[in-house]
């Protein structure tokens, strides 16, 4: 708290992530290289990659299976379908670790998806520059054509389920819209 420091308007020596989670994505998944610089605050989440480079760290957390990953401990309970990632479930997110990946083909495929606007997750699974990337991590893990056709399924049919189960509970009523009544 404020009142606990004696200079209560400095914030103090803060590091700059190489990278920020959403913390509360819809229907798209991506975590941003902060080339801004940006310092965070409520909506974006400062990522500290302990025992791995960072950059790599964020390339690989773009990958699909990541997008799975946030569908599984994040939380869907605050209308529109949103997912929502506390920071403790945002600790808990899993990626790839870089040393399984060529960095070289990393950079290349990852600055293909992300020198174009992020389409909903829907709309990723079936572009050829996001497979490419997603081959690398599929490739680290060894994964099967049947396992990793099974990723996108898998994240296909959670987002879709939380955004149906969204509009199932809002239907017929919008925040502002009068109470129906019987």
């Known amino acids: ?3 606990t420091r004696a200079r209560w308007w400095d914030m103090g020596v ?5 990278f920020v989670l959403i913390k509360g ?9 902060n080339e801004a610089r940006a310092l965070c605050d409520q909506q974006l989440y400062e990522v500290d990659v302990q025992h791995k480079p960072g950059v790599p760290t964020a390339q690989l957390s773009n990958s699909t299976l990541s997008a799975l990953f946030f569908e ?4 869907s309970n605050f209308g529109e ?3 929502w990632l506390a920071v403790y479930e945002a ?18 495929r990852f600055g293909r998806v992300a020198g174009r606007q992020a389409g909903t997750v829907f709309d990723e699974i079936g572009m050829a520059d996001r497979q490419a990337l997603d081959s690398l991590v599929f490739d680290a ?4 054509a049947t396992e990793r056709a099974g990723v996108y399924e898998a994240v296909a049919a959670l987002v879709e389920a939380r955004l149906t189960k969204s ?9 502002g819209s009068p109470i129906p009544s019987e």
Do not use: K, M, Y
Request: net charge positive; with cysteine.
């Open 25 to 33: 994505p819809w229907n798209r998944h991506l975590c941003p290289l």
């Open 167 to 175: 509009d199932s509970l809002t239907e017929g009523f919008r925040p």
């Open 72 to 75: 599984t401990e994040g939380r």
């Open 91 to 108: 600790a808990n997110l899993r990626v790839v670790d870089p040393r399984l990946v060529d960095q070289a083909s990393l950079n290349e």
């Open 14 to 18: 803060r590091r700059v992530p190489e």
């Open 81 to 83: 379908g949103i997912l």
């Open 1 to 3: 708290s404020c009142r």
């Open 141 to 144: 893990l060894r994964l099967t």
